[in-house]
């Protein structure tokens, strides 16, 4: 039965799941939530607080999915409550520039090298829209460089050969999107340094892979990458949507001392609202409206919750806070490897910084197509429902990550250890079977 693989909807869940099929296509607002990745019915949340989510039938489950990484605090975190609650006394939305907006900016400019202006808008998939459109501006070329297995959103253009649920649901890119849309996108395999010439607007890139699993940037791959586009007078974006706040305050470009031309943050970002942003050199950020001749808007862009939410967790992820993160995410990564180690199944289990990954190879994922390889075996659905039936919830994707958060404490993860070392086990002798 399809549930028993998934591992744990209970009844509530179920009815809901049913209810929402017939009113939402596949029951979800967003597909890798459909549970398709890893078979089954997915539970549906009630409340969540820390590093636990509480399902429809009341059955708490320690999370790694917190909100695909915009959680890095942990769910319901009371600071970010009160200040979203503080925002919503004084008007959820204006449509009007307001002061928690420069106050968001200016710690975003702060913290990142390079990141000279920022526009806010409401959802990642915006941040690289905009980006690849100002890109072009500046340029007045029409080439995009995307790399196989990297996810940026889902417009149009950026949509050929994406991680996440595109590749969750095995698709080469997606109907509805008209071939002149593409035409102008070329897909590269990540981790080579492709070749540019003058009708190349951008490269953009996940600096650090998190949407094929995790896989980071081979020595020299994002130095390289900058070299290229020098040259060839292209620019470079780095979508950070997932690696900004979350490698530190500086993601992924401090951390590689790679400056980009243009940044796409999100998730962290917002405090667990929807806030994203688009940044960079201010002479290319003044290219947009109204300054400048690239348009963009958003009637919810900047909203007053979102950006307060977005101060407030700016506010509390202090070095400490990323070292806290990363010393138990390598504790976690330690314990997962000695437990496939111990019951044989081959693994791999990546670490950078907050970020960890799994995934079930026996050599080191590069590249998309490792990538694929790794999920195509099955064994990370396997896996999955072995932890949800264990109370742990991971992603339900074997193209998605581990998102810990500082709420994740040494007891979960000694709890996480002990579930995997089980559910290893059950892989092991399903394989034997
Ligand atoms: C690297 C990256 N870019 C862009 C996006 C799109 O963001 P959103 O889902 O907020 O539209 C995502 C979403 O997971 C992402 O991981």
Same mark, same amino acid.
């Given at each position: ?157 950026? /949509? =050929? #050969?994406? %991680? ?6 095995? !698709?080469?890119?997606?109907? &509805?999107?008209?071939?002149? +849309? ?92 929807? /806030? =994203? #942003?688009? %940044? ?6 003044? !290219?947009?409206?109204?300054? &400048?001749?690239?348009?963009? +808007? ?94 742990? #919830? ?40």
């Amino acid at each position: 039965m399809a549930e028993q693989e998934g591992g744990v909807a209970g009844p509530r869940s179920l009815a809901l799941f049913e209810r929402a099929c017939s009113l939402m296509p596949g029951g979800v607002d967003s597909p890798v939530r459909a549970f398709g990745g890893v078979g089954g019915t997915p539970w549906f949340v009630s409340r969540a607080e820390g590093a636990y989510v509480v399902d429809a039938d009341g059955r708490r489950l320690l999370d790694y999915v917190q909100s695909w990484g915009a959680s890095i605090l942990g769910h319901a975190h009371p600071a970010l409550v009160e200040a979203v609650r503080e925002a919503a006394r004084s008007g959820t939305t204006f449509g009007a520039p307001t002061e928690g907006e420069v106050e968001l900016a200016s710690r975003v400019v702060e913290a990142v090298p390079g990141c000279e202006m920022v526009r806010f808008v409401s959802s990642g998939t915006e941040a690289a829209m905009t980006a690849i459109r100002l890109a072009r501006g500046a340029t007045g070329r029409d080439r995009v460089v995307k790399f196989a297995g990297c996810y940026h959103g889902h417009a149009d253009a950026l /949509l =050929a #050969a994406g %991680g996440s649920g595109v590749a969750t649901l095995g !698709l080469p890119g997606s109907a &509805g999107v008209p071939e002149a +849309a593409v035409a102008a996108t070329l897909v590269a395999p990540y981790n080579v340094v492709p070749e540019l010439d003058e009708r190349v607007a951008c490269v953009i890139v996940e600096p650090v892979a998190a949407n094929m699993g995790l896989v980071a940037p081979l020595p020299g791959f994002l130095e390289g990458l900058r070299a290229a586009c020098d040259e060839a007078g292209s620019l470079l974006v780095f979508d950070e949507v997932i690696t900004g706040f979350r490698l530190g305050r500086a993601g992924a470009s401090g951390r590689w001392s790679v400056r980009p031309d243009l940044f796409c943050f999100g998730k962290v970002l917002g405090g667990g609202l929807p /806030l =994203a #942003a688009v %940044g960079g050199r201010r002479e290319l950020m003044e !290219l947009l409206a109204p300054t &400048g001749p690239v348009y963009q +808007a958003g009637t919810l862009s900047g909203n007053p919750l979102a950006t307060a939410a977005g101060i407030a967790a700016l506010e509390l992820l202090t070095p400490e806070v990323y070292s806290a993160i990363e010393s138990r995410v390598g504790e976690l990564a330690q314990g997962l490897e000695d437990a496939f180690a111990r019951a044989g199944v081959p693994a791999q289990v990546p670490v950078v910084g907050t970020l960890l990954g799994i995934s079930f190879s026996a050599s080191p994922v590069r590249d998309f197509d490792g990538a694929r390889r790794a999920a195509e075996g099955g064994e990370y659905a396997r896996f999955f429902s072995a932890m949800a039936r264990r109370g742990v #919830a991971f992603a339900p994707s074997p193209y998605e990550v581990v998102f810990t958060s500082l709420a994740h404490g040494e007891d979960e993860v000694a709890r996480t250890v002990e579930a995997a070392r089980d559910a290893a086990r059950e892989l092991a002798s399903a394989a034997a079977r």
